[in-house]
């Protein structure tokens, strides 16, 4: 039975955009129809029939989210986006299903387009980039724990773009900034760093459970914080942490301060967001910094 309906779900996503509109007109799907590749974007489900849930397909990730009712349409917002370095630019779909009663399936065009990143070439010691036995152990272990918090599936939303700047800095390295270290090139940087004295107030970009805290090998002190429907805030650096696992803390909480912990190599903040475990671009979610310093 479980195979039968696989089967179908299959031949509905392999018909043409305008046929599967006319059989699913009740399930609407809204989306930008080109981004660029690392940036997050909103997709928006909407339907006029009493589903109290549907099922989101992106990327080889599925999120299931309840619809909620207003003006007598059921509908729902998702962030979703993609990540440097890991995906290609090109057509990508997004996939919607009802869960209950009468089974409908839609699909939204996706174009991803490239897009040119800087790139920083370094020289250091091979001793700084090389890691030990040890050292390769607990990278692993540190890896197993931040898949974990990103894995995060709540349900609940308590997001609402723009996001808050958790501190107000200077950008001294970008999303997607190109790192080749001693020739070899290394994984693109995958969030935004602001230069900032040690000590300063870390705030919390929006409302959230905090999901992880702790000391990491290259990501030193850090704070992981789940703002529901897998997007996931993540602090690096930090010089001490001031929330705990499990709390909950608002929009603009300071939850730790500033520092240079981990592989860095003077105080800053590394900032991140994950949605639906793509790590992507934050600036496009956040608001204008002059708007910011008004707070």
Known sequence: MQAKLLLILACLLSLPGNVLARQSA?????????????????????????FSAVEISWLGEVFRIPLHQSRGSHKREIILGTQVGKDEPGTHWIGVRTLEGV?????WKVRVESKDFPSQHLTLPEE??????????????????????????????????????PALGDITSTYGLGRILNDKPRSPHTGIDLA??????????????????????????????????GLVSMYFHLASIGAKDGQMVARGEVIGRCGDSGRSTGSHLHFGLSALDRLVNPLPLLREQDAARAD
């Open 196 to 229: 900032l004295p040690s000590g300063t107030p870390v705030r919390a970009t929006e409302t959230g459970r905090v999901i992880l805290t702790g000391e990491f090998l290259f990501e030193g002190r850090a704070v992981f914080i789940d703002h529901g429907r």
């Open 128 to 165: 700084s980039i090389t890691l030990s036995e040890s050292q390769l152990k607990r990278y692993k272990k540190d890896k197993r724990a931040i898949q974990a918090a990103l894995d995060t599936r709540s349900v609940k939303r308590y997001w609402s773009p723009p996001l808050r700047w």
């Open 26 to 50: 009740s399930l609407q799907v809204s989306a930008p129809e080109r981004v660029a590749i690392g940036d997050p974007f909103s997709v928006w489900v909407r339907t006029e029939q009493s």
């Open 103 to 107: 089974s409908l399936v839609q699909k």
